[in-house]
């Protein structure tokens, strides 16, 4: 069958025009490639749109099979003559494939064959129409595999919202971070991840509104996930726009960061904790160094003191010299003393609390140096001690400190007709020792604030004396409880006042 022939079959009759017409439509046509194949399929016509997809001038092609442009293992499979076959019967085939140019590259191709038949039904050959759809099927399978991709992204909540903010797709992230399914999501306003104050405040709006002005919003914030919890997220919102440049709606990315921000936090507050600790320690030290200077240069002048009143009182014999002598070695005893619970109370301070040096002793041994030694300072003031052997494990010259400063005070304030009294009992694994004088009572409002440091207050204003800082309580107290210990108080006019020392035997 010859090229003219064939092409006759397409146009009336007898109508030369209608052949001429045709085959300038044809000719003029370079998106499709239209050629005839014989009956047999093989090429008799090729039109410029041929030449450009196919790749093959007319002088290459016609005459040769149009098998050549199958891969091989479709030519091997029989392909080509089902497709004449099936054309043949059906009067069409139609397909979607793979094709082959003369270069070798692979096309993705809409083949159209149909079967040209005479006025009598006679197979003439047929008509073959080929679009290259190669560019649309590459954006359609790039557009497949993102959406594969953000479909199976688990990490990031990925979906699309419209112009208005409602969400119109979601992955797998979107539904592990926020909890919804697509079904329950989509067709929601995004304002339902926000928190109530952040949506009163107008916050998603502003949030499309700056990414429609500016092509793109981001941040950092609290969201809020199906079941109220909420998360530290970063969040990006990206504007669509159409060719024509028409807003159609938002791509939105969240990120959850809760674990990273509560990493951070823990980061930054062990920064801080570490700055602090050696800041601390560096204050420490210059303030231990400097508690060690003042220390040194407070007793200096107080030991010249008494070893000169020391060594006046052995040469002195006039009655009232030596009584200012006694006095200065009085005022000297007391600033020694109000050095050491200044000094002490510090310490303790800077330390946290008292460091203890617990040894095994007998209490009954520690309280009775100390009564004696007040009995010796203050021979008119008879002091009364009841106390049975009492091992445990203390810290001796802590307490020593404690029950002198107790007994003192209680020689001190007590009715001087009225012995001092000091008992103490081991009972329920722990150690109670008693001092108790008779004498004006403690005022009730002193009470609740007696072992507060520097406080300082009379039991009689009449009696009143101002020496003390104020710390010796403060500081028994603290003794007591580094020893796991307490101090407790009672005074009244009828019952004097009586101050219990309680400590476990294993402190």
Not at 471 to 482: D, F, K, M, P, Q
Request: with cysteine; proline share 5%.
């Amino acid at each position: 069958m010859t090229p003219s022939r064939g092409l006759s079959a397409l146009s009336s009759p007898g109508d030369s025009h209608g052949d001429d017409r045709f085959r300038l439509l044809v000719d003029s046509v370079k998106d499709y490639a239209i050629f005839m194949l014989d009956p047999t399929g093989h090429v008799t016509t090729w039109n410029p749109g041929a030449v450009r997809i196919k790749g093959y001038l007319a002088s290459e092609i016609i005459g040769k099979h149009f098998s050549i442009f199958y891969p091989p293992e479709d030519v091997a499979a029989g392909k080509t003559e089902r497709e004449l076959a099936i054309a043949t019967r059906e009067g069409r085939f139609e397909e979607e494939g793979w094709r082959i140019r003369k270069d070798g590259a692979r096309i993705w191709a809409n083949v159209t064959i149909t079967a040209l038949r005479s006025p009598v039904g006679v197979l003439l050959g047929f008509a073959k129409v080929t679009r290259d759809l190669t560019e649309r099927r590459e954006a359609e399978e790039e557009t497949r595999r993102f959406r594969l991709l953000v479909e199976s992204v688990k990490d990031y909540a990925i979906f699309m919202l419209d112009p208005t903010g409602h969400v119109t797709t979601w992955n797998r992230g979107a539904e592990r971070i926020k909890g919804y399914s697509a079904e329950e999501i989509i067709g929601k306003h995004f304002s339902i991840f926000y928190p109530p104050e952040d949506i009163a405040d107008g916050k998603t709006e502003r949030e499309l509104a700056i990414a429609t002005r500016e092509g793109r919003f981001e941040e950092e914030g609290w969201r809020i996930c199906k079941n109220g919890e909420r998360i530290w997220a970063s969040v990006t919102i990206t504007a669509l726009h159409n060719p024509t440049g028409a807003l159609i709606g938002f791509a939105k990315v969240t990120r959850d960061m809760s674990e990273h921000r509560r990493a951070e936090e823990a980061r930054r507050a062990l920064a801080a904790e570490r700055a602090a600790l050696a800041e601390k320690a560096r204050t420490q030290e210059f303030q231990e160094r400097f508690l060690a200077i003042l220390g040194h240069d407070l007793r200096n002048p107080l030991a010249s003191i008494d070893m000169g009143t020391g060594i006046l009182r052995q040469r002195l014999t006039n009655l009232t010299d030596i009584r200012v002598l006694e006095r200065m070695q009085g005022s000297s005893t007391r600033m020694s003393r109000m050095i050491e619970q200044i000094l002490d109370l510090t310490r303790t301070r800077l330390a946290g609390g008292l460091e203890l040096t617990p040894t095994p002793f007998d209490l009954r041994d520690a309280i009775r140096i100390v009564v004696e030694e007040l009995r010796a300072a203050h021979p008119s003031r008879p002091i009364e001690l009841s106390c049975p052997p009492l091992m445990g494990n203390w810290d001796r010259d802590r307490l020593e400190q404690v029950f002198s400063n107790l007994v003192g005070n209680a020689v001190l304030h007590g009715d001087p007709t009225k012995p001092v009294r000091v008992q103490a009992q081991q009972q329920d694994g722990e150690v109670l020792v008693t001092v108790h004088n008779e004498g004006p009572p403690i005022p009730p409002e002193l009470l609740s604030v007696i072992f507060n440091p520097f406080r300082r207050g009379e039991r009689d204003s009449r009696t009143a004396k101002t020496s003390g800082l104020g710390l010796g309580l403060y500081i028994s107290n603290e003794i007591a409880v580094a020893h796991g210990g307490r101090i407790e108080v009672q005074s009244s006019a009828a019952e004097g006042t009586t101050f219990h020392v309680k400590l476990p035997t294993g402190a």
